[in-house]
Structures are given as C-alpha cells and as structure tokens.
C-alpha cells in the first residue's frame, strides 16, 4: 500500500506554516507535476513518486536558511533529501519511493543528464512555476522551454502560459 500523500501535503504545510509564500510554490509544482506525469502516461508508481518529490522538492530551503542565511539551488540539493528522508520515513513511504525521492530532492536545480521522466518532470514543473513567480522575460521563457523541456505536455503548458510564439520559435517543439 502506498503511502498517503495527502498526509505528506499536510505535513509539509505544517513544515512551512507562517510561510504561505512557500506553501503555495509547492503545492503549484505539485499541481503542474501531477498534471504533466497524467498527460504523459505514467505508470502509477512513477506518477507517485513524481507527486511524492513535487511535494517536498524544496524542503532542503528551511534548513539552508537557518543555517546559512540563504537557499541557493546548490543548498537545497545539499540539505534536502535528508530533510526530505527524514518526513517521508515518519509518514511510512516505501524505502524504494524514499530513495529515489530523496534523488530528485537532491537534483531539481541540476539540469544536465537528467536520468528519468520523474526527473524531467519535476524540472519542468518547477520551472513552470519559477519562469511565472520570478516574473521572468519572454527571452527567459524561450531559453528554459528550448533547454530545459522536453515532454510534450510541459512544453504545451509553457507555450499556453507564456506566449504562442515559443511554438513558432523553439527547434524541437
């Protein structure tokens, strides 16, 4: 049986309470990331472990911040997948679902050879995300959807959400 990850949401909201800023980044990569995996095709157990990591992809944020005043990409792959080891544990993940978790935790913010849908996924995803709350540039959103997606359903969704042109433009879509 797998485990609960609506028990996992509410724990992470609990993890990041008074932090709504952060609460509502994950649960929009989660959002994304579920959508994607099911357009996608995945089987249940990928599409689980996708769902799994999209909910806990930044988790290594807090105690990069706590310890060192910041939470850079390199920081979050440092600190995060013990943190992330450590809740999914508690809430009774299967070890196999926890190890490759804590894998993408620990790789979101790496962008070269990306080894898995779950993992291309998650990236995209997140950018998804990132590419709308950072408020980046048109020239940024063609650079990420020409370099960093490579799904069919993430670079629709790119496309749909930040200009028709990148269908027009982009070599691979």
């Known amino acids: 049986m797998k485990a609960d ?8 909201v609990t993890y990041y309470a008074g932090d709504p800023a952060r609460i509502q980044h994950f649960l929009k990569v989660y959002g994304f990331a579920s959508l994607i ?24 944020i807090k105690p990069a911040e706590q310890a060192y005043g910041r939470c850079d990409g390199p920081l979050q792959e440092q600190l995060g997948p013990k943190e992330a080891e450590k809740m999914l544990d508690a809430l009774g993940y299967d070890p196999d679902v926890t190890k ?3 894998y993408l935790v620990g790789h979101h913010h790496t962008y070269t050879n990306i080894d ?14 990132n ?25 629709k969704l790119c496309a749909e ?11 691979h879509s």
Request: proline share 2%; glycine share 10%.
């Open 116 to 129: 898995g849908i779950d993992y291309q996924i998650l990236v995209e995803a997140d950018f998804l995300v």
């Open 100 to 102: 490759r978790v804590s």
């Open 161 to 171: 959400m930040f200009g028709s042109f990148l269908h027009k433009t982009a070599p």
């Open 5 to 12: 990850n609506n028990k996992l949401l509410t724990a992470m």
């Open 37 to 60: 995996g099911g357009l996608e095709g995945l089987d249940p157990n990928t599409q689980h472990i996708l769902e799994t990591a999209a909910i806990v992809h930044d988790i290594g």
């Open 131 to 155: 590419l709308y709350e950072d408020g980046l540039s048109k020239e940024n959103c063609l650079h990420a959807y020409t370099h960093i997606f490579r799904t069919a359903a993430g670079q």
